[in-house]
């Protein structure tokens, strides 16, 4: 019994569209040491969840102001697409991917927590911008990833019911966002192995895009 396809695509960007998440770590770890604060690689995994404006808080503590927290969330944003820039390139098959989605008029959306600097930089980068009808970045949302406002409003903006999307996401906090938007999520199995993703109830696990159609 096949499922239906789904009627919309919603994609998270960073380790989704490409294999960047190694160059966050680095540029946040560089970022921390600039401004000499010590970090281990297990409490930068239990706090780098959600966005920037929730994550430089537990790693500089609660006194910061609004401002003083935007201007560190871009500092290390310009320093990672500094680090980036040369290596940026998209996860296989994803060109050819979008390109049979777009043929047959499914509209695309981009669910991600990176800025509008990092989705020009990524979507410019990989000349793709003409895909996605929409874009939510994290500035858009209050809650970041696991929660799933970043999908609804995706969604939303594609006038597309939640259950009528497929959500492609290759993190534990944003394949539970997904999940908990009530979507076909597929795992993209960049970041994690396809076994560690087989613990969600996934609509599909691929490595790279050349393992899926619509």
């Given at each position: 019994?096949?499922i239906p396809s789904?009627t919309?695509?919603?994609?998270?960007?960073?380790?989704?569209?490409v294999?960047?998440m190694?160059f966050?770590?680095?540029?946040?770890f560089?970022?921390?040491?600039?401004?000499?604060?010590?970090?281990t690689?297990?409490?930068y995994?239990?706090?780098?969840?959600?966005?920037?404006t929730?994550?430089?808080?537990?790693f500089?503590?609660?006194?910061l102001?609004?401002?003083q927290?935007?201007?560190?969330?871009?500092?290390k944003e310009?320093?990672?697409?500094?680090?980036?820039a040369?290596?940026l390139?998209?996860?296989?098959?994803l060109h050819?991917f979008?390109?049979?989605?777009?043929?047959r008029?499914?509209?695309?959306a981009?669910?991600?927590?990176?800025?509008?600097?990092?989705?020009?930089?990524?979507?410019?980068g990989l000349?793709?911008?003409?895909?996605?009808d929409?874009?939510?970045?994290g500035?858009e949302?209050?809650?970041?990833?696991p929660?799933?406002?970043v999908?609804?409003r995706?969604?939303?903006?594609?006038g597309?019911?939640?259950?009528?999307?497929?959500?492609?996401?290759?993190?534990?906090?944003?394949?539970?966002?997904?999940?908990a938007?009530?979507?076909?999520?597929?795992?993209?199995?960049?970041?994690h192995?396809?076994?560690?993703?087989?613990?969600?109830?996934l609509?599909?696990?691929?490595?790279d895009?050349?393992?899926?159609w619509?």
């Amino acid at each position: 019994s096949m499922i239906p396809s789904p009627t919309a695509a919603l994609f998270d960007m960073d380790g989704t569209l490409v294999h960047n998440m190694e160059f966050h770590r680095l540029s946040f770890f560089r970022f921390l040491e600039n401004h000499a604060i010590p970090v281990t690689k297990a409490e930068y995994e239990a706090k780098n969840k959600g966005t920037i404006t929730e994550i430089i808080p537990r790693f500089f503590g609660d006194h910061l102001t609004a401002e003083q927290i935007a201007a560190l969330g871009e500092e290390k944003e310009a320093l990672y697409r500094d680090m980036y820039a040369p290596h940026l390139r998209a996860i296989d098959g994803l060109h050819d991917f979008l390109e049979s989605v777009k043929r047959r008029n499914i509209p695309m959306a981009l669910a991600t927590m990176g800025d509008q600097h990092n989705i020009r930089f990524t979507l410019n980068g990989l000349n793709i911008s003409q895909y996605f009808d929409a874009t939510v970045g994290g500035e858009e949302v209050t809650n970041g990833k696991p929660h799933p406002e970043v999908f609804q409003r995706a969604a939303a903006k594609l006038g597309v019911p939640p259950e009528d999307c497929a959500a492609f996401e290759d993190s534990h906090s944003g394949i539970a966002a997904a999940l908990a938007a009530g979507m076909k999520t597929v795992g993209v199995a960049s970041t994690h192995t396809p076994d560690e993703l087989a613990v969600y109830p996934l609509w599909r696990i691929i490595s790279d895009y050349r393992e899926i159609w619509f």
